[in-house]
C-alpha cells in the first residue's frame, strides 16, 4: 500500500499516522519532538502536570496545570527550532472530563498549539472557547451516535469539527464504553465504529464541501494493521500503547519495563475515579485496592468533574503520577489491550519505520474517495 500527506484543517502532515495524547505526563515534549521528526503528528498530553498537591486550592492547582502545560509547549517549540522543524503542527490533548479543561485549551491555543484533540467528555462549546478558525478541533469519539451529537450541536456555532479520532474498544487509557458493551468488543469493533461514523458524516462533507478525516485508535499494533485501517477509509490512524515503550518517551523506565513483562492474563479493566472504565495492568498496588488496603486521599481542589474518589477508593492522578516517575507497585498502569506484544524497548525512529514498511508491505488499497 502506498500513502501520501494528508491534511487536518489547513494543515499538513506528511505520514498518516499520529500518536495519540497520553496521561499523565506520558506523551510529553521529547515523545512529541520524535515522532515531528519522523513527518507523523505527535499530541501532547496536558493530563496532571506541573507539581500539584493535595494541599492546593483550585485556584493554585489551575495556575499549575496551565503554567505547566505552557512550559511544555515552550520546551517543544525551543527542540523545535533546534531540529529546524518549527513550520510542523502539533496536538495538543485536553480531557474534557477536567475541571480546568477549557483553561487548559486556551492555555494551549495561546502558546501556539494548532490542533486541539478533546476526549473523555461532550466537547459542547469547545468552539467558543477557541474561536480561530485556524485552530483544528478534533473531538474523541467511540461511537457514530457520538460524533452525530457533537455534528448537531456545533452547528449553533457555525462549526464542524475538522476530524474526529474514533478510539475502539481495544484502546489504552480511559474507553468510551459501558463495562456492558465491553463484553461484546466484536459488536463494538473499531471497524464497525468507522463504517458507521463514515456513513454518518458523508452528509455533511457535502453540505461543508470537505473532506472530515477520521482517524482510527485502539489496539493498533502493525503497519499490516494500520493498512487495513486506511483501506476502510481513515484518513490517519492513532496509536498509543506501542510509542509509551520507545526510548523518548519520558515516562520511567519501571513503567515501560511493566509493559514489556506484560502477558495477555494481566490486562484488565477497571471503573475509575473518573466514573469510566479504564484498561490497565494488575499490579501491586490493583491488588491492594481489590483488598480496600489504600487510604483515601483529601482533595480540596477536584481536578475531575466527576471524580468519584471515595467509590474507586483513590486519587487517579497521583497514582498515575507514581507509575510515571516509577513508582509502579503505588501506581496504576494504564495500558492497550495489545500491550502483551511488546518484547523490547525501541527507538521512536526505528517503531515508525517498522510500522511503515509494513504498510508498504500489505497487499491491501485504498479506498478510491481517500
Ligand atoms: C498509557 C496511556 C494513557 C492514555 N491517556 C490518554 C489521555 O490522557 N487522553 C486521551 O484522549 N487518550 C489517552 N490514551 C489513549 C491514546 O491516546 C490512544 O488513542 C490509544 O492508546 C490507542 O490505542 P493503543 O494504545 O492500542 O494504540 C492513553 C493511552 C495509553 C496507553
Not at 505526563?25 to 493535595?54: F, K, P, Y
Not at 479504564?278 to 499490579?283: K, P
Not at 468533574?305 to 492522578?317: H, K, M, N
Amino acid at each position: 500500500m502506498e500513502i501520501s500527506r494528508q491534511h487536518i484543517g489547513i494543515y499538513d502532515i506528511a505520514v498518516p499516522l499520529w500518536v495519540g495524547g497520553m496521561g499523565v505526563r506520558i506523551s510529553g515534549w521529547q515523545l512529541v519532538l520524535a515522532v515531528l521528526l519522523e513527518g507523523c503528528l505527535g499530541t501532547l498530553t496536558s493530563m496532571g502536570l506541573g507539581d500539584l498537591s493535595h494541599g492546593m486550592t483550585y485556584a493554585e492547582f489551575n495556575r499549575t496545570s496551565c503554567a505547566a502545560l505552557e512550559y511544555e509547549i515552550a520546551m517543544l517549540h525551543a527542540a523545535m527550532r533546534e531540529r529546524n522543524i518549527t513550520g510542523r503542527p502539533f496536538a495538543v490533548n485536553i480531557m474534557g472530563a477536567l475541571s480546568n479543561a477549557d483553561d487548559l485549551v486556551r492555555t494551549a491555543v495561546n502558546a501556539g498549539a494548532k490542533i486541539i484533540v478533546y476526549g473523555a467528555g461532550i466537547p459542547r462549546t469547545l468552539p467558543a472557547v477557541v474561536q480561530d478558525p485556524n485552530v483544528a478541533l478534533v473531538p474523541v469519539i467511540s461511537s457514530a451516535r457520538l460524533a452525530q451529537l457533537i455534528l448537531k450541536m456545533w452547528k449553533r456555532y457555525d462549526r464542524v469539527p475538522n476530524a474526529f479520532v474514533i478510539e475502539g474498544p481495544e484502546a489504552g487509557g480511559h474507553l468510551g464504553f459501558s463495562f456492558e458493551q465491553l463484553q461484546h468488543m466484536e459488536e463494538y469493533s473499531l471497524e464497525n465504529i468507522l463504517a458507521e461514523t463514515l456513513a454518518l458524516i458523508r452528509p455533511y462533507e457535502d453540505a461543508c464541501g470537505r473532506k472530515i478525516p477520521l482517524i482510527a485508535a485502539g489496539g493498533l499494533y502493525t503497519g499490516g494493521d494500520m493498512a487495513k485501517m486506511y483501506a476502510l477509509g481513515a484518513t490517519f490512524v492513532q496509536m498509543g500503547t506501542r510509542f509509551v515503550a520507545t526510548n523518548e518517551c519520558p515516562v520511567s523506565q519501571e513503567f515501560k519495563q511493566a509493559y514489556v513483562n506484560a502477558r495477555p492474563e494481566d490486562v484488565t479493566i477497571i471503573k475509575t475515579p473518573v466514573g469510566m472504565p479504564g484498561r490497565v495492568l494488575r499490579n501491586v498496588f490493583l491488588k491492594r485496592l481489590q483488598n480496600g488496603n489504600i487510604p483515601t486521599p483529601s482533595c480540596p481542589f477536584h481536578c475531575i468533574l466527576s471524580c468519584e474518589r471515595d467509590a474507586a477508593g483513590f486519587c487517579i492522578a497521583e497514582r498515575l503520577v507514581n507509575s510515571y516517575r516509577g513508582d509502579t507497585d503505588n501506581g496504576l498502569i494504564f495500558c492497550g489491550a495489545n500491550v502483551h506484544r511488546i518484547n523490547c524497548i525501541m527507538s521512536v525512529h526505528e517503531l515508525i519505520t517498522e510500522l511503515i514498511d509494513g504498510v508498504h508491505a500489505s497487499p491491501l488499497t485504498l479506498p478510491r474517495t481517500l
